[in-house]
């Protein structure tokens, strides 16, 4: 009683009330706890601990135990403890911030968990190299050790100490405190962007479970979910540039899976568009959910494209007012978006093979990488070749409308000999790939671009009848094409065209001999008077062949009326 003010005043009260005993409710810490004050009480030995001291202070303060009943009371004796020791330790700060979730609100009237908070969050941005403490709970600095070698002294040198020492310990802290202790962090301003995501990322791999099945479970799905939010809620403000994007899409996933805020999914999409060059195709790979019928989530990739693009175009625009620099300048300055093509572009192969994707779906992302994103197309023909091996109800205007995509100038040597072979693509692509490898191999692209009116084209009186002609003549090219050992079929196992050295071999510089130059003069009449390259019909679309699309053909009597040459 002479130590506790607080037990003066119950024992006051039960003497009024001639009561034998004290009753002492919801006393913080327990029977432990006011043991230790006890002991202290009595001059007996009191050992305290990181693991005991918050139970000890927690209890002294509900005692009452101040400077005021006694000097040198048992609360001052512990603040010293805490301030002298405690806080000048890490790992014990660490120990002591996880013991106060049991002594709420105790701890945190007395501010022990503000405190410890701000005791680790100094130590974090401390220099490496004056880090001399455990710096985790399973490695410690090695101390320099003196080697002595024929009698010369040699000091080992002491290992040195990574930036994200600290990203480890606090893994251990349950999600409320972690928030507390990474918001700290991130208030002081002097911790690098990319420590800070390296520090969320090894947290949600300590707390996220591996599986779908324990990630959507009743028991731990809002643990899971509040665990998601907050890990985005303390991403660096530089929208996400300082996280990998294959970080942010696995954390996209796992929020899709336990259904987190639109606001929260909304964010990370937002921040994964700023680094979609990063991306693979395999991180892309979003399962779908309810109630949708594909196997992945095209919808979200398709926004997340848009939004990059939105970006790039803001970026662009900003060069644009400063320098002043062309769209073609910006482009070479910023290979991001070839790279989003490229990755977009595997993608579309990837989701081609499911069976319940919509033809739309796939056009609409396919046309969201612009132009200049798209420098060649081999990576979209693989694409829309494999949607049409896995799509074999599509309808003649469907396939047509589905290779539109593609341009096939812009294929290469080795995909415009697959595509030549391609019995899935219309008959119509498989001419204009053979035409464009015939001119390429004899007078060069240069050529073409420079006199595009010598490739004009003539029309039929209907497309039936120009397939009808261009068949025999096409299949004769085909037997030419074997020729130069391209096997006819699918793409090789390792997903590449086959190589070929066009330059140890003249039958690789020039793909089709004279009498393929003859059915060509058939399929595709070149204009020699100079009256003739006027006809509207026919140098309207000569400039690139691969613009003739279904519906280019024009009626019976207006062909008849213009035409100079046809099919016969």
Not at 196 to 211: F, M, N
Not at 402 to 408: A, E, G, K, Q, T
Not at 415 to 426: F, V
Request: glycine share 6%.
């Amino acid at each position: 009683m002479s130590k506790s003010n607080r037990l003066q005043k119950l024992v006051l009260k039960a003497s009024e009330e001639n009561a034998d005993e004290i009753d002492m409710v919801d006393f913080p810490g327990g029977p432990k706890a006011f043991e230790i004050c006890a002991k202290f009480c009595y001059g007996m030995t009191v050992t305290l601990n990181a693991y005991n001291v918050v139970a000890a202070r927690c209890a002294a303060e509900y005692l009452e135990m101040t400077e005021d009943v006694d000097r040198g009371n048992l609360i001052f004796k512990i603040e010293v403890f805490i301030n002298s020791s405690i806080l000048r330790s890490w790992k014990d700060s660490i120990i002591v911030l996880q013991t106060t979730k049991s002594l709420l609100p105790w701890s945190e009237n007395l501010k022990i968990v503000g405190r410890c908070i701000d005791s680790i969050a100094s130590k974090t941005s401390v220099d490496p190299a004056n880090v001399t403490w455990s710096y985790t709970y399973n490695r410690k600095l090695s101390a320099p050790e003196i080697i002595v070698k024929g009698g010369m002294k040699y000091q080992e040198k002491i290992e040195s100490v990574p930036k994200d020492w600290w990203v480890e310990d606090i893994c251990e802290l349950e999600i409320f405190l972690y928030k507390r202790v990474m918001t700290a962090v991130k208030s002081k301003g002097r911790m690098d962007g990319a420590i800070i995501g390296e520090a969320l990322k090894t947290y949600a791999v300590r707390w996220l479970p591996d599986s779908v099945e324990a990630l959507i479970s009743d028991v731990h799905s809002w643990r899971n979910k509040l665990l998601v939010e907050t890990i985005v809620c303390l991403l660096p403000s530089d929208k996400g540039v300082s996280c990998s994007c294959s970080f942010l899409l696995k954390l996209l996933k796992v929020a899709i899976l336990v259904g987190v805020d639109d606001s929260a999914r909304e964010d990370l999409m937002n921040r994964i568009s700023l680094k979609l060059d990063e991306a693979s195709v395999k991180d892309l790979l979003i399962p779908a959910r309810s109630p949708q019928t594909t196997i992945y989530d095209v919808g979200m990739v398709h926004s997340i494209v848009n939004q990059c693009m939105i970006n790039e175009k803001c970026s662009q625009d900003l060069d644009l007012g400063k320098n002043d620099v062309g769209c073609t300048d910006f482009v070479l300055g910023h290979g991001s978006l070839l790279s989003v093509g490229k990755v977009i572009d595997g993608y579309l192969e990837e989701i081609a093979r499911d069976p319940n994707l919509s033809l739309a779906s796939f056009i609409d992302l396919a046309r969201s990488i612009p132009e200049f994103g798209r420098p060649v197309h081999d990576g979209l023909y693989k694409a829309i070749d494999m949607y049409l091996k896995e799509h074999l109800s599509l309808t003649k205007a469907e396939r047509k409308e589905l290779c539109s995509l593609m341009d096939v100038k812009k294929l290469t040597m080795d995909a415009s000999m697959h595509a030549a072979q391609n019995d899935r693509l219309p008959l119509r692509v498989v001419v204009q790939v053979l035409f464009f490898e015939q001119v390429r191999a004899s007078a060069g692209v240069q050529s073409l671009n420079n006199n595009p009116r010598d490739a004009s084209r003539s029309t039929t009186n209907t497309e039936e009848e120009w397939e009808k002609t261009a068949a025999e003549d096409c299949n004769s090219i085909k037997k030419q094409m074997n020729q130069t050992k391209i096997k006819e079929g699918e793409f090789p196992k390792n997903g590449k065209f086959l190589k070929k050295d066009s330059r140890n071999s003249k039958s690789g510089m020039q793909l089709l001999p004279s009498r393929s130059r003859r059915i060509f003069d058939k399929l595709w009449v070149v204009g020699k008077a100079h009256g003739e390259n006027k006809s509207s019909e026919t140098s309207g679309s000569s400039q690139s062949p691969t613009s003739m699309v279904p519906g280019d053909t024009k009626s019976a009597a207006s062909s008849a009326k213009h035409r100079r040459h046809s099919i016969s």
